[in-house]
Each structure stands twice: as C-alpha cells, then as structure tokens.
C-alpha cells in the first residue's frame, strides 16, 4: 500500500511504466539531482513571454491607428494563444511521465501559495514562466530564497499593484500618488505569517511604507526606483528596517526574518500538511514540520521530510479531493505510453484539456484572488464539476491507443485502492473506453 500512497497522495498518480516511490526515503530521493521533466518538456521563461506581450500590446494600438496592421495583430495573439495552452500541455507532459511526482506537486504547490493570475498587460499569458523562473527554482532550497524571488517578481509587483505605490514624502510621492498596501498586506497574511498571525495594521503600513522602490521599469525588467521609497526606518514586528537612505537590502533583510518566524513556519506547515494530507493534519505533525524548519533556518527538504515521516502521511484512507489540475494528471499518467498530447494540434489540446478543466472549475492559471485555489472538498464537489469529470471520463477512452482492458486499467490506476464495486464495474463493462471511463469516475480515483 505505501507505493501507492506514495504515488497517489505525493505524486501525480500511478502509472503502468514508472514505478511508484517504495517509501518515504524514495520519495525524498527524487528531489535530488536534475529537474529532469523540466529538462524533457521545457517552457518558456518569462522574459521572453513578456516580450511578446509587449509586442502583443504595441500591435494592437497599431491595428488601432492603421487597419492595415491587423493581421501581424492577429498572427501575434494566436502565437499567445498557442503558448497558453501549449504550457498546459508541458505541464501536464511532465506530470504524466515523470519519475519524481512529489516536485510536480511542490511546484503546484508553491505556484499556488504565491499566486498571480493571468490577467492583462504584463501578465497576458506570461505567468507560466513567472512559476518556471521564480518558483520551480528554489522549492528545494531555503525558503527565503523563494520568498524572495516570488515577491520580487515583476509578475508578483504587477498583481498586487507595489508598481503604484509610492512613499507619500518620497521625492516622487510629494508631487501626487500613495501607497498602496496590497502587497504588505497579503506577504502578511498569505505568504510568511498567516491570517491571525502576529502583525497589525501598523506593521501592514510600516512594511507597505519599506517596500516602496519595489518596481518594474517599461519594458517590465525589475527595478528599484529610489526616487519614490519612503525615508526614515520602518519599524516590522518590532524590529527597525531601512533609514535615511533608500536601501533595497533592507527590503530583502525583512523578507529574510520572516522566512524564520516562528508563525511562518506553523503557518506554512499546516498549510502543506492540509494540502498533501488531511484537511484536519494531527497538531504533532505540524509541530514536527515547525521545528524542522526552524532548526534548519527555514530549508525546506528537512520539512518534507518531516511530513513524509508522520505516520498520518500513511493513512490509508483517502481524505483529500484531487482538484481538477491533478484529476486530469493522473488520469493522463494512468495511460501512460498508449496517450500522446499532440504538440502541434493545439485545438485538441484545448477542447481536451483546457476547455475541461474549466467547466470542472479551475481555469488554467487563472485562481479568482491572492488566496489561490480552495483546499476544501465542497468547492471541487459541485454539481456541475461533477458533471465535466464524468463527461471527461467517459471520453478519455477514446484517446487511448491502443485501448487497454478495463480489467488492467483499473490496477494500474488504482492498485490496491480499488474497492470491489469498482473492480466489478471494470469486469462487467460494455467496451474498453466505457470501463475506463467508470474507473476514471469512481470516487476512489477522484481522491488522494
């Protein structure tokens, strides 16, 4: 049962050509070496998604001004187009066929805690490669360091709106603007302390008025911009930042203490073990991860480990509800070498997988606020997502070449999981493609 567990809870799902982790120990083995499913199915960084953004815009009000320009506009959006649905397509490539399931969900993971949404301008489909170049890099390493690299981001300063603020006696903040709070607010709340965590609306503005120079020059490359930061020290939790003279390592120095707070720590382990383990995770597993992560100055491989040690991270049953991104994963990996995600032919990829995962309720990159993507089954369990996983089960068959017997199917995607009711309904269905499709459906595949 553990390799399964293994596979199911902490990766993407059991395929029938990868054999699934044995263990604790193997699944931490994985995160050594290369990142080779990002070596196998590259994507494209943000700096180059950026520019054609930017061309995508200058186009645009150039068709504006002069007919004549619309179809270099044209060509430019559906290149956009393509790179939208083609890094879902990378996504769920590396999901199926890698052989280190648990960095394909730490990556969701941590994508998912420092989110920003595909939106307009900067962030037109260029968030992909803010995940590949500021996530993906560091969730191995000290979380300090992806800390930092989150919230220094471009894509991060352009969501939270840090490219308006402005320290209200800064040279810039004198002749009209203000600050803004949203990033202060939600580094707060969402990526270092937690909601109720140890902070008040003071220390909100005091880290609002430090993070000012926070920004971005046109062409969207970061930049800190002394002329608008707000003089003096700041005073955060307590602790002094900064002073006459605008200093940017004083913005990294906070970032840094709150990466070794203690509520950070408690915040972001029982933020991990709700999203891998239970929605209730034991108080002793919490309090387990927290110290490994304060004893270790907030490296983050020692907190896994922590978390894949608890005897609870083995329990048999299965608490939580694959979200739809995860669903379609495992369901892909299930068919292993018999399933090609055609790389040119982006329309299947959309009315496959992207118009899908949609009508299941999670758009591709696009999570309604700050706050990411639920955790709790009801918002997955409705009505209508239940009803695009089943139409989405019972068409994935189809896909398969060649089409394997329901009866196989079902050990592959399920192992030991599958309960009697399912195995029966694998041997007494009416063709191949229906009885996958009722393996795909039963509740026991659509949970981890």
């Known amino acids: 049962?553990?390799?399964?567990?293994?596979?199911?809870?902490?990766?993407?799902?059991?395929?029938?050509?990868?054999?699934?982790?044995?263990?604790?120990?193997?699944?931490?083995?994985?995160?050594?070496?290369?990142?080779?499913?990002?070596?196998?199915y590259p994507l494209e960084g943000w700096v180059s998604r950026l520019a054609t953004a930017r061309e995508f815009g200058r186009l645009r009000r150039a068709r504006d001004d002069d007919p004549t320009k619309d179809e270099a506009f044209r060509e430019i959006r559906r290149a956009q187009t393509n790179a939208y649905h083609d890094s879902l397509r990378q996504t769920l490539a590396r999901a199926a066929r890698t052989e280190d399931g648990f960095r394909e969900r730490l990556h969701w993971f941590?994508?998912?805690?420092?989110?920003?949404?595909?939106?307009?301008?900067?962030?037109?489909?260029?968030?992909?490669?803010?995940?590949?170049?500021?996530?993906?890099?560091?969730?191995?390493?000290?979380?300090?360091?992806?800390?930092?690299?989150?919230?220094?981001?471009?894509?991060m300063l352009v969501y939270l709106d840090q490219t308006r603020s402005m320290g209200p006696n800064s040279p810039r903040g004198r002749n009209g603007g203000g600050l803004n709070e949203n990033l202060a607010r939600?580094?707060?709340?969402?990526?270092?302390?937690?909601?109720?965590?140890?902070?008040?609306?003071?220390?909100?503005?005091?880290?609002?008025?430090?993070?000012t120079g926070l920004s971005i020059e046109k062409e969207g490359a970061p930049r800190f911009r002394r002329q608008i930061v707000e003089p003096g020290a700041e005073v955060v939790l307590g602790r002094s930042y900064g002073g006459d003279e605008p200093d940017r390592d004083a913005i990294l120095q906070a970032l840094?203490?709150?990466?070794?707070?203690?509520?950070?720590a408690r915040h972001i382990c029982r933020k991990l073990a709700v999203h891998f383990?239970?929605?209730?995770?034991?108080?002793?597993?919490?309090?387990?991860?927290?110290?490994?992560?304060?004893?270790?100055?907030?490296?983050?491989?020692?907190?896994?480990?922590?978390?894949?040690?608890h005897p609870a991270a083995w329990a048999a049953?299965?608490?939580?509800?694959?979200?739809?991104?995860?669903?379609?994963?495992?369901?892909l990996r299930a068919g292993g070498a018999a399933l090609d995600l055609p790389e040119e032919r982006r329309k299947l990829i959309r009315d496959r997988l992207t118009k899908p995962l949609a009508d299941m309720g999670q758009i591709w990159l696009r999570p309604s606020g700050p706050d990411g993507w639920p955790e709790d089954p009801e918002a997955w369990i409705t009505p209508q997502g239940l009803a695009a996983r089943l139409d989405w089960?019972?068409?994935?068959?189809?896909w398969l070449d060649p089409q394997p017997d329901p009866r196989d199917f079902v050990e592959v995607a399920l192992g030991p999981l599958a309960s009697p009711r399912t195995l029966f309904?694998?041997?007494?269905?009416?063709?191949?493609?229906?009885?996958?499709?009722?393996?795909?459906?039963?509740?026991?595949?659509?949970?981890?």
Not at 256 to 264: I, K, M, Q
Not at 283 to 306: I, Q
């Open 317 to 331: 049953d299965l608490h939580k509800v694959r979200r739809p991104l995860e669903f379609v994963a495992a369901a």
């Open 256 to 264: 840094r203490d709150l990466s070794v707070h203690p509520a950070t």
């Open 393 to 398: 089960s019972m068409g994935f068959g189809a």
């Open 1 to 40: 049962m553990t390799p399964t567990l293994a596979a199911i809870r902490f990766g993407t799902g059991l395929s029938p050509d990868i054999a699934p982790p044995a263990d604790a120990a193997a699944v931490m083995a994985g995160l050594d070496g290369e990142d080779a499913a990002a070596q196998a």
């Open 110 to 155: 941590w994508a998912d805690h420092f989110t920003v949404a595909d939106g307009r301008g900067y962030l037109y489909h260029t968030v992909a490669g803010y995940h590949e170049d500021a996530i993906r890099p560091h969730i191995t390493g000290h979380f300090a360091d992806l800390l930092i690299a989150a919230v220094t981001h471009p894509a």
């Open 277 to 309: 383990v239970t929605s209730e995770p034991p108080e002793d597993m919490v309090a387990t991860m927290s110290a490994a992560w304060l004893a270790n100055d907030g490296a983050l491989r020692p907190v896994y480990a922590a978390m894949l040690d």
């Open 425 to 448: 309904a694998a041997d007494a269905a009416e063709d191949r493609a229906a009885g996958i499709g009722l393996i795909l459906a039963t509740p026991e595949f659509q949970r981890r």
């Open 186 to 211: 939600e580094l707060l709340e969402l990526h270092t302390l937690g909601v109720g965590g140890p902070y008040n609306q003071g220390d909100v503005g005091q880290l609002a008025e430090l993070l």
